[in-house]
């Protein structure tokens, strides 16, 4: 028994150095850290992300999730959506608004004053986030005030609830003050100000948040990084979701219908058409519509289609130019942060239509100009062979066809005469004068 004494000791003692490493954390397991990126103007598209990136990170046990946002602002109703997604969220959330030059404006503002922590890269700003109106005309006073309000209680309820600058979240809706990111840091704002990632770990680490679900500490010093990139669908609905692509969309649509329509059974043109067009009104739920804009737009197509239908002699093509150029620029708020259409996609899209039916008016003119080919009109002027002697009724051959024809001369048969009028199923003839004849 005495000689197992020293290995029982050594024995013993690995476990207890075990133990004490395990307590000290060098065997545990690293935390994780989630980061989802998102560039661009806070719609639904942002809004879907944001919760879908929380929730990962819950399924994965994730430390924090890391907002890394650089956004000219957007749509109230998805801030909301984003904002309630993380005041009910379980984990941790910092906003990292990052790459240098990135910024958080409008919209962005909120979002990141309601997040548990908040971090800015150098060289990007903060602020800025006065709202506008919906859906086209500029608001009554009375409405600007309750509009403002509303904003300026709801960004100071956020920085009240994190621990922020109260008093400057209200100049950011009332005056749209705005802060770089030492500014910000000053202003207690924002919690750091790091150049990158693991820079950002590092001042986060042992910061104390409150969750959904009580209060934590984060252990981020040396989290691995794990990406959450967005899905395909949400980067189809994001493409989608661009004002000038919605525009082009339902441009395509309306002309696949106009071709449809006045070529029955073309049917490409149609399913092409058709198909923009569901996906062009997608993207209008999406984007702030202006419906006065939209009915300009539909006057146009109604205009267009009337065109080939209606001898206007290019008013309606006109009309149509008019309605589509003013239905285009009032079609979508330009004064909101990350939408508006660019002249460079309505200039041309106008131009094309206008040309596109000033090239067809061209044609149909010529063609009523131009001598009739068919029917009894047709025939007059055309030349026939008299197939016997007309003296003064005979027959001829007219276009392949024998007819019965009659003349005030005599004609000889296989001599070639012309028609001068149609009676019933008869020909009236003259004897065709030889060329250059007439020019005597």
């Known amino acids: 028994m005495s000689r197992d004494a020293p290995g029982v000791a050594s024995l013993w003692t690995a476990l207890a150095a075990c133990v004490l490493w395990g307590a000290t954390g060098v065997w545990a397991e690293a935390a994780t850290v989630e ?42 109703a998805s801030m909301r959506t984003i904002v309630k997604a993380m005041l009910a969220s379980e984990v941790p959330v910092v906003v990292y608004i990052a790459p240098t030059g990135a910024r958080a404006a409008s919209a962005g503002v909120f979002i990141t004053l309601a997040a548990h922590r908040a971090a800015m890269a150098p060289g990007t700003n903060i602020g800025a986030a006065h709202p506008v109106a919906l859906g086209g005309g500029p608001m009554d006073e009375e409405m ?22 109260a008093q400057w979240a209200e100049d950011a809706v009332r005056k749209s003050v705005s802060a770089t990111d030492r500014e910000a840091l000053g202003l207690k704002l924002i919690d750091a100000v790091a150049p990158d990632l693991p820079s950002l770990l590092d001042q986060l680490h042992g910061l104390e948040v409150v969750t959904a679900t009580g209060t934590r500490r984060l252990a981020t010093k040396g989290a691995e990084v794990a990406e ?18 919605a525009y082009i969309l339902m441009l395509i649509g309306i002309y696949g219908l106009i071709f449809e329509l006045s070529n029955p059974g073309a049917i490409f043109p149609g399913v092409v058409g058709g198909i923009a067009l569901i996906l062009a009104f997608y993207a209008f739920q999406t984007l702030p519509i202006n419906y006065a804009g939209l009915l300009l737009i539909g006057l146009a197509v109604l205009f267009f289609l009337a065109e080939f239908a209606v001898p206007s002699y290019g ?9 589509l150029t003013l239905g285009s620029l009032m079609l979508i708020r330009g004064d909101l942060p990350g939408f508006g259409l660019s002249w460079g996609v309505v200039a041309p899209a106008v131009i094309l239509t206008a040309l596109f039916f000033g090239v067809m008016l061209r044609y149909a003119w010529r063609s009523q100009r131009a001598a009739t080919t068919t029917g009894v ?64």
């Open 315 to 323: 008013l309606l093509t006109i009309g149509g130019v008019i309605a």
């Open 228 to 245: 959450y990139p967005m899905g395909l669908r949400l980067r189809a609905l994001s493409v989608l979701s661009d004002p000038n692509v």
């Open 144 to 165: 600007k005030r309750k509009v403002e309000n509303d904003a300026a209680a709801y960004i100071k309820s956020l920085a009240e609830r994190r621990g922020r600058n």
């Open 377 to 440: 009109e047709g025939l007059i002027g055309a030349t026939a062979v008299a197939k016997t002697a007309i003296a003064p009724r005979g027959s001829v051959v007219l276009h392949g066809e024998l007819w019965d024809a009659t003349s005030g001369e005599a004609i000889a048969a296989d001599e070639p005469v012309e028609v001068t009028a149609v009676e019933g199923l008869t020909l009236v003839v003259k004897r065709k004068a030889p060329s250059g004849e007439g020019a005597r």
């Open 35 to 76: 980061v989802a990126a998102y560039d661009g103007p806070i719609n639904p598209v942002a809004a879907e992300y944001v919760a879908e990136a929380l929730e990962a990170a819950g399924e994965h046990g994730a430390e924090a999730l890391i907002l890394k946002l650089d956004t000219p602002g957007g749509l109230d």
